[in-house]
């Protein structure tokens, strides 16, 4: 397989915790602007696989590429953050002391080192593209609030608005409706079908419902190492995934 | 509420969002103009300000610098360092040893070149390390290179390796007491445990003149000043909210692209230079320094200071730092023995009841910087 530009590349990755393989030879490809779920029982690798690709974890073997030229393997967080993934975590992890306009004001693309931070100012085209996260994550009416007083769904918007306003090339997401209400994860799907196409998504997600809502490709994970890909109904009819997971 | 506003649209921009901060510039001011007139009255009058007392005022303004210091890291970054005494010390040193160049022949020994302890060891030569330090500007250098160079040093090697939280703060503790340690040697060239005293002139003026007692007193709430504005300017820009972002999220932070290191490393850097510039402004005022200045429960005392006033606000710090070491010198004075279970008492009491020290007392619509700033309760 030839090496396209921003398509994520992951080859037999293998991690171990102490002689458990948390990730077990994972082989996995996203393409560009495509909307993947992955799914698995509790174990399977699932949030082990985005600490590597985010640099948090390092495998034991395999490797983990970003496109043409990039290792990630050898790159730190921030690095790998400024090389275009990022990141929505389980627990929505907001800056709860800081209002919500702030906060997207430091996810926004741009300079990231101390000296020049300290000098930044919001530029118009900053302003005018946080006004418009702020209206696709309709939040334009909350945006002087603290994000701590802010709800469950309304803090999980919030870290989407912040990973569009670093406007990566591939988004993690871990779990995104866990917790939501029928309405709040009814848009969630919207919004993250919308991001799709201009970004590559990689969706986490235990809740059957969402993933079917949303998901063109489906890859199935457990032990540690892909046990189907394909459409939801392929994967549903797999009967490795039956006797694994959703016939038990 | 309208009165309030249009008074507030006057204000520089700085001072715009900040009650706190405003207050604190007025009583800076109100004292540096008070103080003077106040000493200025014959000894007689009930209102005469005595040196001593222009002593201890200069003495407790360098402490609420120090305070300061910590607060820009502990309130903002979640840093807790527990060994900032050694900055605020190492800046004192570097004054102190500007200031024993200048006793000159004036020593018990007459020793024109060699301060009067290095006679005493019968060393014939200044070390090289006291070169240059006849020099006011470069001792001033030196109170800013010797704490900012340790900072970064330290900051460089504890930050990158990822020591964080209660590990932290015991390395800065370990620091502060291994300096305390070296210091207390006689062969490290620095006084032993007599440290640097008997100093007799600053720039050619003598120390104990009351011009030169008041000029000490009016640079020191000129620092203060002029460190609040610095540290509150910082912690307002983008970088101040990345800071607080580091407190609140380190590894979100992280995840956004922000090399989280280098954030923590130069606050922890201008830390340490406010701190030392502190204690180069405390020792000519006190007259003495010596390694017990690197104790570690000098450090601690420091985090009680802002503990009390509230941290995560600087004011507070500034505050905190002012009541706790008058009610220090209150109760040594009257009830010597049970001042250390008062601080102790203070600290538990604060802790459990005003989680925001002293600060938070006041009505939140008071000061709507609090707000803006994102300050978290302790």
């Known amino acids: ?248 | 509420m309208s009165t309030r506003t249009s008074i507030a649209h006057r204000l520089p921009a700085a001072l715009r969002d900040d009650t706190g901060g405003t207050v604190l510039y007025g009583l800076l001011a109100a004292t540096a103009i008070a103080v003077p007139l106040l000493t200025a009255l014959p000894s007689s009058s009930p209102f005469n300000l005595s040196p001593y007392v222009l002593t201890l005022l200069g003495k407790y303004l360098c402490y609420a610098m120090l305070a300061l210091a910590v607060d820009a890291i502990w309130g903002y970054c979640g840093i807790l360092s527990l060994g900032h005494a050694a900055f605020f010390s190492l800046g004192g040193y570097a004054m102190g040893m500007y200031l024993m160049r200048q006793i000159g022949t004036r020593g018990v020994y007459g020793d024109p070149i060699l301060p009067d302890f290095m006679v005493f060891l019968n060393w014939k030569a200044l070390p090289w390390f006291w070169y240059g330090f006849d020099h006011f500007w470069f001792a001033m250098v030196m109170v800013v290179l010797a704490p900012g160079l340790l900072a970064l040093a330290f900051g460089w090697l504890a930050f990158r390796s990822r020591v964080t939280g209660v590990y932290l703060s015991i390395i800065t503790q370990a620091l502060s007491y291994a300096l305390m340690l070296a210091f207390f040697r006689n062969d490290m060239g620095f006084g032993g445990n007599n440290g640097f005293t008997d100093f007799k002139d600053i720039l050619g003026v003598p120390l104990s003149a009351p011009g030169t007692r008041m000029a000490l007193f009016v640079a020191t709430v000129v620092a203060l000043a002029a460190s609040y504005a610095l540290t509150r300017a910082l912690l307002r820009s983008r970088a101040g909210r990345v800071i607080r972002a580091i407190r609140d999220g380190e590894s979100r932070t992280r995840f956004l692209g922000y090399p989280v290191e280098s954030y923590k490393l130069w606050l922890f850097v201008v830390s340490a230079v406010i701190a030392g510039v502190a204690g180069a402004l405390y020792v000519p005022q006190v007259g003495i320094i010596n390694p017990g200045e690197f104790a570690p429960i000098n450090s601690i005392e420091v985090v009680i200071w802002v503990a009390v006033g509230g941290r995560g606000t600087l004011y507070g710090a500034v505050a905190g730092a002012l009541l706790v070491n008058y009610a220090k010198t209150y109760f040594t004075g009257a009830l010597p023995e049970v001042w250390l279970y008062a601080l102790g008492a203070l600290f538990i009491l604060v802790t459990l009841l005003l989680p925001r020290g002293l600060v938070g007392l006041r009505p939140a619509t008071w000061f709507p910087s609090r707000r803006r700033l994102g300050v978290r309760p302790a």
């Not at chain 1, 993934?85 to 702030?102: D, M, N, S, W």
């Not at chain 1, 991001?195 to 809740?207: K, P, R, T, Y």
Request: hydrophobic share 40%; glycine share 10%.
């Open chain 1, 1 to 248: 397989m030839t090496l396209a530009p921003d398509v994520l590349y992951l080859e037999k990755l293998t991690v171990s915790f102490d002689g458990f393989k948390a990730l077990n030879a994972l082989t996995l490809y996203v393409e560009p602007g495509e909307l993947r779920c992955i799914i698995g029982p509790n174990g399977a690798g699932k949030t082990t696989m985005m600490d590597v690709i985010t640099g948090k974890t390092r495998p034991d073997e395999g490797r983990a590429r970003f496109g043409h030229q990039l290792d990630l393997l050898t790159m730190s967080e921030p690095e790998i953050a400024r090389a275009g993934i990022g990141r929505k975590f389980q627990k929505p992890t907001v800056f709860e002391y800081l209002t919500v306009a702030e906060n997207l004001e430091l996810a926004l693309a741009g300079p990231r080192g101390f000296w020049r931070v300290l000098r930044a100012r919001l530029t118009p085209a900053g302003r005018d593209r946080m006004d418009s996260v702020l209206a696709t994550t309709g939040l334009a009416d909350r945006r002087d609030e603290i994000a701590g007083a802010l709800g469950h769904g309304h803090k999980q918007w919030l870290e989407i608005g912040m990973l569009l306003m670093q406007d990566p090339k591939l988004l993690l997401v871990d779990e995104p409706v866990a917790g939501m209400t029928p309405q709040e994860t009814e848009r969630t799907a919207e919004l993250l079908v919308s991001l799709a196409g201009a970004h590559s998504v990689v969706v986490v997600e235990h809740d059957m419902e969402f993933v079917r809502s949303i998901a063109r490709n489906v890859t199935v994970l457990h032990e540690g190492s892909v046990l189907a890909e394909g459409t939801m109904d392929q994967v549903q009819n797999d009967q490795n995934v039956i006797d694994v997971y959703l016939g038990a």
